[in-house]
Every structure is written in structure tokens, then in C-alpha cells.
């Protein structure tokens, strides 16, 4: 079935420093991509999205490039802030004839930022 | 005021007392999902419904049941708790009309905990 993997936490990181954070997934079809962001004591929040190949999605200066021939959809910015530091999930929605809408996703990565 | 609410946040019980978790959501969506969150296992649905006649059980959803009393309320009820129950509970919302992905819209989670 379909299934998102990403890289294992927690993310420690110094104010200003480039993050990186993988995802892949194994899906049939062509599904849509997120990047959901959960910040200490809230509900997730939608960070940004891509839904075909090639695709980016951006957001609060955050990036991720829907990449087919590699399965993956990687986190990534160029300088983290203090503000970043949460949870991150990534996931798909599976597309075509059998949509649910329903998301699949990773098991989260902490991202801690030190000042 | 938060589009997507939840009663309660926090909750302590005891095994074998039954409890409802509550969902209201004022966006105007049809589409509803409750997931739960563990630590390392990302977030994984329980329960969807795309409308009021509409209810149809996720990957997890053994153990729980659900009421659609309108489209603005959906209900995540455990008939006899039971520890391993214990979990971080979101309700979401979407709305696909007219679309081909759907962006989820969460609350802010309700900590449920199982004695």
C-alpha cells in the first residue's frame, strides 16, 4: 500500500544553518504531496504542497520539489530561525478514480533550533 | 475564532469508561476525518465522512465508532477505553469540490489518557 517514509529525528540545528529534511514514498499513481508543520501545542498546519512531478511548493521560505524518478519530496531552507522549531509530517493524498481525499503520512521529524 | 475546534483538549480516564470526543468546524466542509497521533507513528486515521450519510472507517478504526450529527459536527466515540487508547486525537476538515487534492484543515488536538 502507500506509505511515506521520512528521515528519523530529532533535528538539531543552529540559528541560520540550511535544513534538510527527507521524505519519500511509495505510492501508485500520481499523488499529491504535503508538508504539514506542527508547532508545540497545536493542531498541524498546511506548510506547502506540489501536485504533480516537478512541481515546487514554497512557503515561509521553505521549499520541496515533487521529484518521480526519485520518490521523494525533501524538505529544505536556506536559513531556520528559533520560530521554526516543530514537528514536520510529510504526506500524500492519493489521486485517480479512487480519491478519499484521505492523507497518508510520515512519522514526523523534530526540528529543534538553537539561538 | 479557530475554524476547526475540539472538545475537550485534555482528558484523563479510567479503562472501561466510555468517552466522546468532539468535533465542530465552522469552514463549511463536508468532508471529515478523525486521526490519531503516537509518538513515532506519525498520524493515522480513524474515521471519514464526506457527509452526513456518509461514515466510513480508516486503518485504525477497531476499538472506536463515530457520529456525523451535521455537517459541522463529527463525534469520535470509545465505547470502553482501554490504555493503549492513550493518543493525541485531531479532528480535520476538507473540502474537494470541484478540486483534484485536498488541503486539511486540523484542530488543535485533544490528549487523551488512558489509566
Known amino acids: 500500500g502507500d506509505s511515506v517514509t521520512q528521515m528519523e529525528g530529532p533535528v538539531t540545528l543552529s540559528e541560520e544553518a540550511f535544513l534538510t529534511i527527507n521524505c519519500t514514498y511509495t505510492a501508485t499513481g500520481y499523488p499529491s504531496l504535503f508538508w504539514y508543520v506542527q508547532y508545540p501545542g497545536e493542531g498541524l498546519q498546511l506548510l506547502l504542497k506540489a501536485t504533480k512531478a516537478d512541481d515546487k511548493g514554497s512557503n515561509k521560505g521553505f521549499e520541496a520539489t515533487y521529484r518521480k524518478e526519485t520518490t521523494s519530496f525533501h524538505l529544505e531552507k536556506g536559513s531556520v530561525q528559533v520560530s521554526d522549531s516543530a514537528v514536520y509530517f510529510c504526506?500524500?493524498?492519493?489521486?485517480?478514480?479512487?480519491?478519499?481525499?484521505?492523507?497518508?503520512f510520515g512519522q514526523g521529524t523534530t526540528l529543534q533550533v538553537k539561538p | 475564532d479557530a475554524d476547526v475546534t475540539q472538545t475537550p483538549r485534555n482528558r484523563i480516564t479510567k479503562t472501561g469508561k466510555r468517552i466522546m470526543l468532539e468535533c465542530s468546524q465552522t469552514k463549511g466542509h463536508d468532508r471529515m476525518y478523525w486521526y490519531r497521533q503516537d509518538p513515532g507513528l506519525g498520524l493515522r486515521l480513524i474515521y471519514y465522512?464526506?457527509?452526513?450519510?456518509?461514515?466510513n472507517k480508516g486503518e485504525i478504526s477497531d476499538g472506536y465508532s463515530v457520529s456525523r450529527q451535521a455537517q459541522a459536527k463529527f463525534s469520535l466515540s470509545l465505547e470502553s477505553a482501554i490504555p493503549n487508547q492513550t493518543a493525541l486525537y485531531f479532528c480535520a476538515t476538507s473540502d474537494p469540490v470541484g478540486t483534484t487534492t485536498d488541503t486539511q484543515y486540523f484542530g488543535p488536538g485533544t490528549r487523551l489518557t488512558v489509566l
Open positions: 465522512s464526506f457527509d452526513v450519510k456518509d461514515i
Open positions: 504526506a500524500l493524498s492519493p489521486n485517480g478514480s479512487g480519491n478519499t481525499g484521505k492523507l497518508i
